[in-house]
């Protein structure tokens, strides 16, 4: 699968009512897209969401030491390469 590249943008929103200006961190708004697109293909992979309620909490736990020790894995990895 081909990485996809999250813009960094600033988006800025004036309303002249009440003079009050918006401005969204391009940032959280990157991080917010790529929540959305991780969600969507685990939907697409396992055919459920994160609302599921079949699992109970050791096999949530389970699943989140699973997923940081693979973090630890690219770590390790990324420092091998300094």
């Given amino acids: 699968m081909k990485d996809k ?3 960094q943008r600033e ?15 391009s940032i959280v708004e990157s991080v917010i897209d790529q929540f959305k697109d991780r969600s969507n293909v685990g939907i697409k992979k396992y ?7 079949d699992l109970t909490m050791l096999e ?5 030491q699973q997923e940081l020790m693979d ?3 690219y770590i390790e990895k ?3 390469k300094l």
């Fill in 5 to 7: 590249i999250y813009e």
């Fill in 11 to 25: 988006v800025v929103w004036t309303t002249n009512a009440t003079d009050v200006t918006i401005v969204k961190d």
């Fill in 71 to 73: 973090a630890t894995l």
């Fill in 78 to 80: 990324l420092k091998s």
């Fill in 60 to 64: 949530w736990l389970n699943h989140l």
């Fill in 47 to 53: 055919g459920v969401t994160l609302d599921r309620d």
